[in-house]
């Protein structure tokens, strides 16, 4: 066969479309070309740092939302803590500064108390002294005899 009429013979078919559908589908999973992936490939770790990099993305704009609204509340309710903090002790000072001094008289109280048990002490351990002196001069004193 010459070159001109393998062309026609190519441009007209003299397959039947069903043969056709079959032939296609018995060697279909022949064609088929699976790519496998390998996970050393960079491409791949670039993708996957992609993906992760929008996932946080997305993750942190919500999630600062929830943050900044939280911080604002906390912000309020310790100044509310702060301004009650301050008006209860404006409302004590007078009884803290009584108490103050009272304390301060007790101090003084516990100090003259020492001061004074400290000289009943020694004057208790001069009487005893005394004492065993005086009990010592009778038993050296001769008694009268009739």
Known sequence: ????????????????????NLEV?????????????????????????????????SSLKETRGYLDKLHNEIS????????????INNQLEHLVQEYRSAQ?????????YQEGSGGVTERTRMLSECMDSAELELLTIPLPRE
């Open 1 to 20: 066969m010459n070159d001109t009429a393998k062309q026609e013979e190519i441009l007209q078919s003299t397959t039947d479309a069903a043969e056709w």
């Open 25 to 57: 589908e018995r060697v279909l999973p022949q064609l088929k070309v699976t790519v496998r992936t390998d996970n050393k490939d960079w491409r791949i770790h670039v993708d996957q740092m992609h993906q992760h990099k929008d996932g946080i993305e």
């Open 104 to 112: 301060a008289l007790l101090s003084e109280a516990k100090e003259k």
């Open 76 to 87: 309020r309710t310790l100044e509310k803590i702060n301004s009650r903090e301050k008006y």
